[in-house]
């Protein structure tokens, strides 16, 4: 099988065809996933009297009823056959075009689940490992401290003398290491790969070595890593790591000859999520030897911005392509804090970051107390693995270093300068001043002026597409309103006769408050009002309302919500709900006072 599983929040404009959106077949009848299969029966008897072609008397209808009615079949098809219900459920609907094996019907639930989630796996670790590429890295450490010392050097008032100085300290910067690396991996088979590094390092006491690697994965849960320094300077350093749903652990070692005939340092990880609904991991790290330590860490990230639109905790995700024209509408924020018991060396640590998808750029501060002083590093980075830039700045009581790390096509070249060999606080402010300015000019005067014309371009042709008349989209969501019309009008007058839950107006479109975005919104009083039933209205969350009968996605790229305003018991209500939240009314907090 080389086919991939969808994840949520897929669209289907991405690939032109509805039924690979994730959830639409329960969209198109309008049930929960976990539906029973009578309630499935019930609703597709239901719908396709509704849209039977043979039933619609308007000639220009029959073609939209006749799609709507294939969509419906689809669903039942689908949704009432146990297995391929299944397969659904983790493979989307791409898994019901797999070819499967006969026997998975035989199985009971339980088993097809371990099967079908273990094949996914399997499909996912392929899909990674084929876009992995040979790697290239190249360090190159300056020492450039002869430029900020005092000593030795002085200002004079001829231009001459100036001038010798400047020459001198240019003089004294000169290359302090050199280290390349490439890597190269084969696939041995579908669990195993075999990478070989080479690694060359100047001077004659540099360890130059050939590394080879060998990754095994044992089960979902289970891999082992061993790496062997194949010339000069034997060693083997074996990795193994499980992971439950309860937390991680990771075990390491190192055998060297070196070591005999004293016990190789041992170093254990565990992590687990501290609270069932929180984020916040805790840390626990032990390492033995020549320099034993003990650490505690609590990782605390936390989401924020459109993409807490889904119920991340049932692992679901949805993410705009399109974002905020700020570029600061989605991220993560995080915070650490730690202490590392290490004898003289024991310290404490913080570090706090964000992570801004939209702009594809990250920044974090981490400040360390020892007893040999107070130290922090300052780290940003824009791009990514394959493009990108990242600069750090660190500053402790040995001196001031600055980083430069530039990354392509999987090559990265690395360039640790060191500034000064001491303490120099003002040295140290000053070269983080300038990646920061340089951030914030690149924002306001590149990066924001091109997210607005990226923005405005997209709504002007978003509009366009909505208005076209010609647009076989628009055309078939007006007939199909048009067949839903009678349904909606017995509804609200039944709902109007006992003052139960009345549909006034709603509409579907972007959450943007961007006046260009609000005229994507489309007009679904219609629909909302067809489903009403008793004085109720249940929609299912976890997947986009675009699939509904009635609606369409006007802004593919954008994150949508569904606005109703409605009266129940003679009085005014009004809710807005986020696209892939689930929606119940009616409810008292959504009464207008």
Not at 3 to 12: L, M
Not at 269 to 296: A, E, Y
Not at 481 to 494: D, G
Request: hydrophobic fraction near 35%; aromatic fraction near 10%; charged fraction near 20%.
């Amino acid at each position: 099988m080389s086919s991939q599983s969808k994840r949520h929040g897929e669209t289907s404009q991405e690939n032109g065809d509805p039924f690979n959106q994730w959830g639409f077949l329960y969209s198109v009848l309008n049930l929960p996933d976990s539906a029973s299969a009578e309630e499935v029966r019930e609703r597709y008897k239901s719908l396709s009297v509704s849209f039977h072609p043979d039933k619609q008397r308007e000639e220009s209808q029959k073609d939209t009823a006749s799609k709507r009615f294939l969509e419906i079949q689809k669903a039942y098809e689908v949704l009432s056959d146990p297995f391929l219900r299944t397969v659904y459920d983790i493979y989307g609907f791409e898994g019901t075009r797999m070819k499967w094996s006969p026997e998975l019907r035989s199985k009971s639930r339980d088993e097809l689940l371990k099967i079908l989630n273990r094949s996914k796996w399997e499909l996912e670790a392929q899909r990674v490992e084929d876009l992995l590429r040979p790697q290239g890295r190249l360090v190159i450490g300056v020492n450039a401290s002869s430029l900020f010392s005092d000593r030795g050097y002085y200002v004079s008032p001829s231009l001459r003398e100036n001038l010798q100085n400047i020459n001198a300290r240019l003089q004294g910067v000169r290359i302090s290491s050199f280290v390349l690396k490439h890597s190269c991996q084969r696939v041995i088979h579908d669990k195993t790969r075999l990478i070989l590094t080479s690694r060359a390092v100047s001077g004659k006491t540099g360890m130059s070595n050939l590394l080879g690697t060998v990754k095994h994965q044992y089960s979902p849960r289970i891999n082992f890593e061993a790496t062997a320094g194949l010339l000069r300077g034997h060693f083997v350093l074996m990795k193994a790591r499980y992971q439950s749903e309860e937390g991680t652990y990771v075990v390491q070692t190192w055998l060297s000859p070196s070591f005999a005939p004293v016990l190789p340092p041992i170093t254990v990880t565990h992590s687990r999520r501290l609270f069932k609904d929180s984020m916040t991991q805790g840390v626990l790290t032990c390492h033995t030897g020549n320099q034993p330590h003990f650490s505690i860490n609590i990782i605390s990230p936390h989401r924020f911005g459109a993409q807490n639109d889904p119920l991340y905790a049932d692992g679901e995700e949805y993410q705009t392509n399109l974002g905020s024209w700020t570029g600061f509408g989605t991220g993560v924020r995080q915070w650490s804090y730690g202490i590392i018991l290490a004898g003289l060396g024991t310290s404490l640590r913080t570090e706090w970051g964000i992570v801004l998808p939209e702009l594809a750029a990250q920044a974090s501060i981490a400040i360390q107390l020892s007893l040999a002083g107070l130290g922090w590093v300052l780290t940003g980075t824009w791009g990514d693995e394959q493009a990108g830039v990242t600069t750090t700045i660190g500053f402790n009581a040995a001196g001031v270093e600055l980083t430069l790390n530039l990354a392509y096509g999987g090559q990265r070249l690395v360039l640790p300068i060191v500034l000064a060999e001491g303490g120099d606080r003002r040295l140290a402010f000053l070269t983080a001043s300038l990646p920061s300015a340089a951030f914030m000019f690149a924002y306001h005067f590149v990066l924001k002026p091109r997210r607005r014309k990226q923005r405005a371009e997209f709504y002007r042709q978003a509009r366009s597409e909505l208005v076209e008349e010609r647009s076989n989209i628009h055309r078939e969501i007006e007939e199909t309103r048009l067949l839903l019309k009678e349904t909606a009008r017995k509804h609200t007058q039944t709902e109007k006769s006992k003052e139960g839950l009345v549909i006034l107006e709603a509409s579907y479109g972007p959450t943007d408050p961007d006046p260009d975005a609000r005229q994507l919104v489309v007009d679904v009083t219609v629909a909302i009002q067809a489903l009403v039933y008793k004085s109720q209205l249940y929609i299912p969350g976890h997947r986009s309302k675009s699939g509904l009968q009635g609606f369409y996605d006007p802004a593919p790229s954008c994150v949508k919500s569904l606005r109703i305003r409605y009266t129940f018991g003679g009085r005014m209500h009004y809710c807005e709900i986020p696209d892939y939240k689930p929606i119940v009314l009616p409810l008292g907090d959504h009464l207008v006072l």
